[in-house]
């Protein structure tokens, strides 16, 4: 059987690399043919090793997450640890780490596992497979629980990270010396400092990139070659395409097989986390703390993210008072458009009811959002159906948007997510901040992000210094541009279209998009909306879809009823859920409401807005 899998796989990889290098024909082309020939191989050869070259280091990266997600799980079932090394990782992400000052998020990096090893070693006090039998009775069970109690803390305590400008604070205390704000203005500093950091490192692996790409593909020199010489220039261009494709596909299967690991091993602690909850309040100040930093925000030394939920609340009653269906000129004054509540003034094809004419009863309501931020948001990079994970950032998105949902009371009972993991993420982290995490994830590609064709993998500021920012919108906004397909010798082709998820859709591979627009996105989501998830909203459930920018705009298009020329201003933030509420024939019967603070929204959907423009506005 494994060897059938391997002929067949041996098979598929041969087929795959014949049809994107096809044989060379050279018998009777002209010198300046060869020459065009040779420019072509070169310049598909720069294209293939650049993708081999990130695909390399997503293998490295993976491979570490690997390894701690390895090791987090060793630690999650009590083992005594093994002897751990530390993984090199950027001093920037280290940082962050600390920042970050969950315990779940920290224990994803091993930074600092000298520390977590001395507190683990006073866990052999507490492990109950061994001291059950030494502690029997509530005797023991106190002790039990006193003791974790104590790791815990020792765990947790934030300070231990902190060593700045002298300031120290040592991790058995039990309680912080510095305040809440002070607290906070130094882990906003943190954040700064690790900020500017990572971008000095960033910039260091682009020009580390460009000189090992440059080094390994020199220009090529044409001027005064025979025929001869062009036809053995061009053979030897085609056998480097040969290898450097291979390995690119060699590389990339690695990156599918970690990628599952990595999936396996993140369902595998969330089993493990069971019931266990974050620490809600160091998630909420934590979260509005990086936000500040990262949107460059004046950060209030004030802050709580707890207490602006509330006055959120708060705010929401408020406005249902004002908005109140019932009553005709409120509803008037302030049935907001869908582009509006994001931020815009065009106004809403869909009309409040004229006079006499009753007001509608809001029998369902869904929510819907935009994954946290991606890992490619962060190099502002059309992503697509690539299958990046969610950034740090997005994943506090995530469970900051669960911790939002669960203090607003919201029970929800499904979740459809699209196939990629960006998506389902947030799902899980949400779910599990809300204390849900029993509630079904139903997955289907029609959810999945519009898929961006040629442009995939692009960098949108230079493509809006090559073709215009106009144009970039129109790309990313319109409702009906279609950009270029993809086509196979496209670096990201074969890592979408071999990759195992898209072989289990209701449709054909060969008939999944190659690009789409808008419109192509609502026309493929439309069945899936109407024929799975309205009947389970019409059983009366509690649906969330965790989708994607475009995916959700197609939805919300359809159901806000957003003209196509009003389309083209809505762009949502990453991790806020949006609020629809609907009557017995699906059409809504209030603004739909993005949740969380108002401010904080409108600054995200700027950040999203700015991706476009030639100059990025931090
Ligand atoms: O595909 C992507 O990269 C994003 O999810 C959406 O990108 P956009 O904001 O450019 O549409």
Redesign the pocket.
């Known amino acids: 059987m494994l060897i059938e899998e391997l002929a067949e796989m041996k098979r598929e990889k041969d087929s795959v690399l014949n049809e994107r290098v096809p044989p060379l024909k050279l018998t009777d082309l002209s010198v300046s043919e060869l020459q065009d020939l040779c420019k072509d191989l070169h310049k598909k050869i720069d294209i293939v090793d650049e993708a081999r070259y990130d695909l390399q280091i997503k293998v490295e990266r993976n491979d570490l997450e690997v390894k701690s997600l390895g090791h987090k799980i060793t630690e999650m079932k009590g083992i005594k640890k093994p002897l751990l090394k530390r993984v090199k990782k950027s001093a920037a992400d280290s940082m962050l780490g600390a920042v970050a000052d969950t315990g779940k998020v920290k224990a994803d990096f091993t930074s600092g596992l000298k520390k977590v090893k001395k507190e683990e070693e006073k866990e052999e006090v507490t492990d109950w497979r061994k001291n059950v039998d030494a502690m029997s009775g509530m005797e023991g069970r106190k002790k039990l629980f006193d003791g974790r109690k104590l790791t815990k803390t020792a765990n947790i305590v934030p300070g231990a990270f902190l060593h700045l400008k002298g300031e120290t604070q040592n991790c058995n205390h039990p309680k912080s010396k510095i305040s809440a704000s002070r607290r906070l203005f130094l882990k906003t500093k943190l954040v700064k400092k690790a900020m500017a950091m990572l971008e000095a490192e960033n910039e260091q692996k682009a020009n580390e990139k460009e000189s090992t790409l440059n080094e390994r593909l020199p220009p090529l020199m044409l001027s005064g070659l025979s025929v001869q010489d062009l036809q053995n220039l061009c053979k030897e261009l085609h056998q480097r395409m040969d290898v450097v494709d291979e390995e690119r596909y060699d590389i990339a299967m690695k990156v599918s097989k970690s990628n599952a690991e990595i999936e396996n091993l993140t369902m595998k602690i969330i089993e493990l986390k069971g019931k266990k909850r974050p620490q809600l309040k160091r998630v909420r100040v934590s979260a509005e703390a990086m936000m500040g930093a990262l949107l460059g925000a004046k950060v209030k030394e004030s802050v709580d993210f707890k207490a602006n939920l509330k006055t959120v609340k708060k705010e929401e009653e408020k406005k249902e008072e004002v908005t109140d269906w019932h009553g005709g000129s409120a509803f008037l004054s302030t049935h907001t458009t869908a582009a509006r509540l994001l931020g815009r003034t065009c106004n809403n094809t869909r009309k409040a009811p004229a006079a006499g004419q009753s007001f509608r009863m809001s029998k369902y309501k869904v929510l819907v959002m935009r994954h946290g931020e ?1 890992a ?2 962060k190099e502002n ?4 159906w690539v299958d990046q994970r969610l950034s740090e950032d997005g994943v506090r998105e995530a469970l900051a948007c669960g911790h939002l949902l669960r203090e607003a009371g919201f029970q929800l009972d499904v979740v459809f997510t699209s196939l990629l993991s960006r998506s389902i993420h947030t799902a899980w982290l949400l779910l599990e901040a809300m204390g849900q995490e029993w509630v079904p994830v139903v997955k289907s590609w029609r959810l999945n ?2 898929h ?1 064709g040629a442009l995939i993998g692009l960098n ?1 500021a230079e493509m809006a210094l090559n073709h215009g920012e106009e144009r970039v919108k129109q790309w ?2 319109s409702y009906d541009l279609t950009p270029p397909p993809i086509d196979e010798s496209h670096p990201y082709f074969l890592e979408i279209y071999n990759d195992r998820r898209y072989s289990t859709c209701d449709v054909a591979k060969e008939h999944l998009p190659r690009s789409e627009s808008l419109k192509d996105v609502l026309e493929r989501l439309q069945p899936y909306w109407d024929g799975t998830i309205v009947p389970e909203i019409k059983r009366g459930k509690l649906v969330l879809i965790s989708g ?3 995916s959700c705009r197609a939805l919300l298009k359809h159901l806000e009823g957003i003209s196509d020329a009003d389309i083209v201003n809505v ?1 949502l933030p990453t991790g806020t859920p949006i609020l629809i509420e609907l009557d017995e024939n699906f059409r809504p019967t209030k603004p739909m409401q993005l949740l969380g603070d108002q401010e904080a929204i409108q600054a995200a959907i700027r950040k ?1 807005e700015d ?2 423009k030639v100059k990025q506005v931090s």
Do not use: A, I, K, L
């Open positions: 991606g490619w948001t990079r059309f992503c697509s992000e519009r961006y949108r990313r906004r994607h920018g475009n762009t999203v991706q476009g």
